[in-house]
């Protein structure tokens, strides 16, 4: 959300709020916020008002949008490998493929083996995620 733009904490946790991210813990967002200032990834200045107290304001660094991306690159690789889960999950259920034709088709299963046969070794997109020392955040 930063990355679409910089953000007062408090606006930034109801924008959370309406994702359904955040419920009753706003103080988990302003930690979260101070945590990633401390690893360099956000960055926050004091903005003063005539109309009240001052608020800080944060946005992301650059390095910030770099792991971000990587973030993105990482999360994209998992939805793949979720996707390819779920339709061999599908096809394993009685009427899973009747239920969700559409899984079989995205994932070239129109005919109920696989791109690659029956859940042979080699199925396409399926690859480690996050490796050792990684994390998910960011």
Do not use: C
Request: net charge negative; proline share 4%; glycine share 16%.
């Amino acid at each position: 959300m930063l990355r679409e733009r910089s953000d007062h904490g408090y606006d930034l946790v109801n924008r959370l709020r309406q994702l359904h991210v955040v419920d009753g813990d706003a103080g988990a967002v302003y930690r979260a916020l101070r945590g990633l200032e401390r690893d360099g990834l956000v960055r926050s200045t004091w903005e003063t008002s005539d109309a009240g107290p001052a608020r800080r304001t944060y946005q992301l660094t650059h390095s910030g949008v770099a792991d971000l991306d990587r973030q993105a690159v990482l999360l994209e690789a998992t939805h793949h490998t979720l996707h390819v889960f779920r339709g061999r999950y599908e096809r394993l259920i009685p009427g899973g493929a009747d239920r969700h034709p559409e899984r079989q088709e995205e994932n070239g299963d129109v005919h109920g083996g696989g791109r690659h046969g029956h859940g042979q070794p080699g199925d396409a997109g399926v690859h480690p995620t996050i490796g050792a020392g990684e994390r998910a955040g960011g």
